[in-house]
C-alpha cells in the first residue's frame, strides 16, 4: 500500500466512524448549514458534535497548518479528503467567509500574529465574518469606493456605507475596504479588520427576489478601528482585495464539489419523469455541460494547488460555474411544472424550488458580474488590447 | 491522480508538439496534398517519421512491440495533429485499428501490427452503414462457409478505406439488425477478392470510402476476438477512438482559437485593434472557458480509460460531446471574427471549420454523445 492509499484507508475508517448519519444527508435548507460564530443556534445535535470533532482533527480547514487550526494536508493528501467526504456524502463541518475567504488571504498577507489568532478562531468556528467591499455607487467599479478611513494616529475613525454585506447582521467581524488616501485611486485603499459589535456599526437588512434577506446595508459612523488591524501594508489593500476575490470566486464557481456539479437529468427523471423530448435533450445537454465543468473544476484545484493553474483561472472558473448553475435551476424548474411554483407548501419545503431558482440568479452578480468576469479573462489571460 | 500530465507526459507533448508543428504543419502537409490532388490522403514519409519517434506504437502493447502507453498519450499525438490539421492516418490505425487488434490472436497481431508499429501499414475501421453514427445496427451480412466467413454489404465513412492495408469489418453473424449480440469483428485483408472502393474526398480533404463488401471470403483466423461476441471489443475500440477524436478536436479548437485571438491583435478598424472591442472580447472570452472545460473532460476521460474505471464510457462520451460542440463554437467564432479574409482560401481559418465538422460526425457527433449520456444516466 501506497502513502496515499494508507492515508485514504485511514480518512474512510476516521469518517466513517465519525461523521454522524444526519450529516451524510443533503443540504436542503439555509439552516442546515453549519455558518459557526458566537450567535450561532446548532439546528441538531449532529450538527454540533459534527464540527467539534472535524475541529479537533483540523478538518474543517484540511490543508491549512497545524499552527493555524488545519490538518497541514498536501494538495494529494487534501483531494483524498474531498474524495472521501463526498463518496458518502458529508456535509462541510463548516462553511463560512473566513474559510474561502478572508483564512486564504491572512495566509498570504497576514502577520505571523494575525495568522495564530484569526485563523484559528476561524478554523473553530467560533467568529463569523462578513465582506465590506461594494457601497452604493461601487460595485463592477469597486475601486472607486468611498468609505473613508481618518489616521488618528494609532487607529482610523472609519465613516461610510456598504451594501450587500452578505450576513452582516449575524456576522462577528468585517473585513473590510476603507480609503485611507483619497488621492491615490489603486493605492489608497486597505483592508482593514474590525468587530460588527464596535460603536457606530449598523446594519439594516434587504429583502431579495427569494423572500430571504441575506444581505444588508452596513453603515460606520466614527467607527474606532486599532492599526494593528489592517492586513497587508497601508494603502495597498487593493491587492488583498483581489488576491481575496480570487478565492471568492473560485468558491462561487463551486468547483470544491457541490450540488453544481452534479448531473440532474436522472434526478429529475426519478422524481416524476421526462415525459417530453425537447426537455430530455435539453437535460441531456445540460448533464454534458455538468459533468465536463465538474472535470474542471477537479483539474482547476488539481492545477491551482501546485500553481499551475493561470492565476486568473478562478474568473473563468466563476464565470461558467454560475452560468451553468443558473440553467441548472431553470431545467428544474421547467421540469417540475406548477408544482414548482409553490412559494409556501408543506410539498416543496416553503418553495425551496422557487426560492433557489431565483437565488442562483445573484451567483453571476455576486463577487463580480460575469460581464466582469469576461472583461477580466479577456485582459488577463488572453491579452486582448485595452481591456 | 491529479488532472495534469505527469512529467514523462509532459516531455512527450514536448517533442510531439516540437516535431507536429515543423513537418506536419498545415503549408508542407494539408495544402501540399490537397492542391497537389492527392488521392491517398497522408503522406507516407511523415507516418513513417511517427515511427520512428515511436508515436505509432503508444497504444501497442511492449509485448507486441510498442510502447504499451495509454489514451494520455494518444491524445497528446492527436491533439497537435488537430492543432496543425495533419492528414494522419493515426487516429484510425495507432489509435482505433490498434486497440481492436490489441485484442486478436496471436496469429492476426503478427500480421499487422508490427506494420503499423514501423510506419508502413494503416488500418481503417469499417463499421457505419448509412450517413450516420449508429453502431448499434449492424446489417452486414457474414455467414459462415467453409473453415472461415463470407461477407456481404456495405460500409460507410470508410476513413483511410481505400489505402488501408486492412478493414476492421463489424459483421452480422447472428441475430438482427438491431441486436446488440451477434456481431463478429474481422480483419479483411485489402487484397481480399469481393471488395469494391468508392472512395470520396471529403469536405476537409480527408479521403473516405463507400465500401461494398460482395460475397468477400475470408478465413477463420481473421476473426478478432469472439464469434459473434464482437461487441465488447468493438466498445474498446470505439471508446479508444471516441476519445481520440475528441482529443484531435480540441487540438482543432485550440488552433482556431490562437489563429482568431491573433487576429484580433493585429486587425484594425474604427482606429482601433478589433480586440478592445467588448463584443468580441466578451465572446472570445466565453470561447476560452469553453475550450478549457472541453479539455478538462477529454483528459479526465482519458484517464478513467486508462485506469480501467466503470465511469469511463460515460465520461468518453461527455468529452467527445463538449469537445465537438466547444470546437464548432470556435471555428464558427473564428470565421466570423476573421471578416472577409475568414471566407478566403488562402486564410487558413476555413480549414478549421471543415476539419471541425468531418471530425465531430466521427464516431457519433456531440447529439449522438449527449443521448448516450442520457441513456447511461437512466433517462
Ligand atoms: C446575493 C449577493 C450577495 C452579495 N454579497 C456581497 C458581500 O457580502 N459583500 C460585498 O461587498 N458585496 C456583495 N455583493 C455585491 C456584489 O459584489 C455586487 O452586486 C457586484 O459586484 C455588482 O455590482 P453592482 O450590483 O453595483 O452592479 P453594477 O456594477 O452596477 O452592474 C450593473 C450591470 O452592468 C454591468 N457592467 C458593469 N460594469 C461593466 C463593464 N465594465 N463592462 C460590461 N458590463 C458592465 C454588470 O455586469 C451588470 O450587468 C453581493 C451581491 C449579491 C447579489
Not at chain 1, 494508507?6 to 439552516?31: K, S, Y
Not at chain 2, 471488395?195 to 480527408?206: E, K, T, W, Y
Request: with cysteine; hydrophobic share 40%; glycine share 12%.
Amino acid at each position: 500500500m501506497t502513502d496515499l492509499e494508507a492515508f485514504r484507508a485511514d480518512i474512510r475508517a476516521w469518517l466513517d466512524a465519525n461523521c454522524p448519519p444526519e450529516m451524510r444527508r443533503p443540504i436542503e435548507d439555509e439552516d442546515d448549514i453549519c455558518w459557526g460564530g458566537r450567535a450561532f443556534a446548532f439546528k441538531s445535535e449532529a450538527q454540533k458534535i459534527w464540527l467539534e470533532r472535524c475541529v479537533a482533527h483540523g478538518y474543517t480547514v484540511p490543508d491549512w497548518p497545524k499552527a493555524y487550526g488545519g490538518a497541514g494536508m498536501d494538495p494529494a493528501q487534501a483531494k483524498i479528503w474531498r474524495e472521501e467526504m463526498a463518496r458518502i456524502g458529508a456535509r462541510p463541518p463548516l462553511s463560512s467567509f473566513g474559510i474561502w475567504m478572508l483564512g486564504p488571504a491572512l495566509l498570504k498577507f497576514g502577520t505571523e500574529e494575525q495568522k495564530v489568532h484569526y485563523l484559528n478562531q476561524i478554523a473553530r468556528g467560533e467568529i463569523r465574518w462578513c465582506q465590506g467591499y461594494s457601497e452604493p455607487g461601487s460595485g463592477s467599479d469597486l475601486v472607486s469606493l468611498q468609505t473613508f478611513g481618518e489616521d488618528k494616529g494609532d487607529h482610523w475613525i472609519v465613516n461610510g456605507q456598504k451594501i450587500w454585506t452578505s450576513y452582516a447582521d449575524k456576522a462577528d467581524w468585517i473585513f473590510c475596504l476603507v480609503r485611507t488616501d483619497k488621492a491615490n485611486k489603486y493605492q489608497g485603499i486597505s483592508f482593514l479588520l474590525f468587530d460588527m459589535t464596535t460603536p457606530g456599526v449598523s446594519t439594516r437588512p434587504i429583502k431579495l427576489i427569494s423572500g430571504a434577506s441575506p444581505f444588508c446595508e452596513t453603515f460606520f459612523d466614527n467607527v474606532v478601528v486599532p492599526k494593528a488591524q489592517i492586513v497587508g501594508e497601508l494603502n495597498r489593500g487593493w491587492d488583498v482585495a483581489k488576491y481575496l476575490l480570487g478565492h471568492e470566486r473560485e468558491m462561487i464557481s463551486g468547483a470544491g464539489g457541490s450540488e453544481r456539479l452534479n448531473a440532474i437529468g436522472a434526478v429529475v427523471q426519478r422524481n416524476g419523469g421526462i415525459d417530453n423530448p425537447v426537455l430530455r435533450a435539453e437535460l441531456a445537454q445540460f448533464d454534458v455541460d455538468a459533468l465536463a465543468f465538474a472535470a474542471m473544476g477537479e483539474k482547476f484545484l488539481d492545477e491551482i494547488k501546485v500553481g499551475k493553474a493561470h492565476p486568473a483561472q478562478p474568473n473563468m472558473m466563476k464565470y461558467s460555474g454560475t452560468e451553468l448553475n443558473k440553467q441548472r435551476h431553470e431545467l428544474l424548474m421547467a421540469a417540475g411544472g406548477s408544482t414548482a411554483l409553490e412559494w409556501e407548501s408543506a410539498e416543496t419545503r416553503g418553495g425551496t424550488p422557487a426560492r433557489s431558482w431565483l437565488r442562483t440568479k445573484a451567483n453571476s452578480i455576486e463577487g463580480g458580474t460575469s460581464e466582469v468576469m469576461l472583461n477580466v479573462i479577456a485582459k488577463r489571460i488572453l491579452d486582448l488590447p485595452g481591456a | 491522480m491529479p488532472l495534469y500530465f505527469n512529467e514523462d507526459q509532459a516531455m512527450l507533448a514536448d517533442t510531439v508538439t516540437g516535431f507536429i508543428a515543423g513537418e506536419g504543419a498545415i503549408k508542407p502537409q494539408l495544402r501540399r496534398l490537397r492542391d497537389g490532388n492527392d488521392t491517398r490522403g497522408y503522406d507516407p514519409a511523415l507516418w513513417k517519421q511517427f515511427a520512428e519517434m515511436g508515436l505509432t506504437g503508444i497504444l501497442v502493447s511492449e509485448a507486441d512491440g510498442g510502447l504499451g502507453l495509454g489514451h494520455v498519450e494518444a491524445g497528446i499525438v492527436l491533439r497537435e495533429i488537430g492543432r496543425n490539421l495533419t492528414p494522419s492516418p493515426f487516429l484510425s490505425t495507432a489509435v482505433v485499428g490498434a486497440t481492436a487488434l490489441g485484442h486478436a490472436s496471436e496469429d492476426l497481431k503478427g500480421r499487422y501490427l508490427p506494420g503499423v508499429v514501423a510506419g508502413e501499414s494503416v488500418l481503417a475501421l469499417a463499421l457505419d452503414e448509412g450517413a450516420k453514427h449508429r453502431p448499434e445496427r449492424i446489417a452486414l451480412k457474414a455467414e459462415r462457409a467453409g473453415n472461415g466467413f463470407r461477407l456481404s454489404g456495405r460500409k460507410d465513412f470508410v476513413i483511410h478505406g481505400a489505402t488501408a492495408d486492412a478493414l476492421i469489418v463489424a459483421g452480422r453473424t447472428a441475430g438482427s439488425d438491431s441486436d446488440a449480440e451477434g456481431i463478429t469483428l474481422f480483419a479483411v485483408p485489402k487484397d481480399a477478392a469481393g471488395i469494391g472502393h468508392n472512395a470520396v474526398r471529403l469536405v476537409d480533404s480527408s479521403i473516405a470510402s463507400h465500401v461494398t463488401f460482395d460475397r468477400v471470403e475470408v478465413d477463420g483466423g481473421a476473426v478478432i476476438g469472439e464469434v459473434d461476441g464482437g461487441r465488447a471489443v468493438l466498445d474498446k475500440a470505439l471508446a479508444a477512438g471516441r476519445i481520440g477524436s475528441a482529443a484531435e478536436l480540441t487540438g482543432v479548437g485550440g488552433g482556431a482559437f490562437a489563429m482568431t485571438t491573433a487576429y484580433l491583435k493585429t486587425r484594425k478598424q474604427f482606429g482601433k485593434l478589433i480586440g478592445e472591442f467588448q463584443a468580441l472580447q466578451h465572446r472570445a472570452a466565453h470561447l476560452y472557458s469553453e475550450l478549457e472545460i472541453a479539455e478538462a473532460a477529454v483528459i479526465k476521460a482519458q484517464q478513467l480509460l486508462d485506469a480501467g474505471s466503470s465511469r469511463a464510457d460515460l465520461m468518453v462520451s461527455v468529452a467527445k460531446a463538449k469537445a465537438s460542440r466547444a470546437t464548432n463554437l470556435a471555428v464558427r467564432e473564428g470565421v466570423q471574427m476573421h471578416g472577409g479574409v475568414g471566407m478566403t482560401d488562402e486564410f487558413d481559418i476555413g480549414l478549421y471549420m471543415k476539419r471541425d465538422r468531418a471530425l465531430a460526425e466521427f464516431l457519433g457527433d456531440a447529439n449522438y454523445h449527449a443521448d448516450r449520456v442520457a441513456t447511461l444516466s437512466g433517462y
